[in-house]
């Protein structure tokens, strides 16, 4: 098991390592220590930019509901089984 680990190299640049370490023996039975460092930096970037993009959709998925129940008109829609999963306010009873 490990831990990440964040490190600013400069302002505008920071580092992501995952540590992980262990105890083992030798082949001749001398303990010894390994460790492995792996650069996870894309994986949290990624991660980063999946949050953002996910407040995002929720921000829009928001506003066009708030325009779906505000607008007088009638709106149905339909999904890819030719079903209506939803409609406006206004036809909703």
Known sequence: M????????SREKTFWAHLAAGASRDAKGVPVCRVVISDITGRKLAEKSLA???IKLTEANQMLQL???TIPDRIFWKDLNLTYPG?????SF
């Open 52 to 54: 953002e993009n996910q």
């Open 87 to 91: 409609c406006g306010v206004q036809q």
């Open 2 to 9: 490990g831990s990440p680990i964040k490190r600013h190299l």
């Open 67 to 69: 325009v779906i129940d």
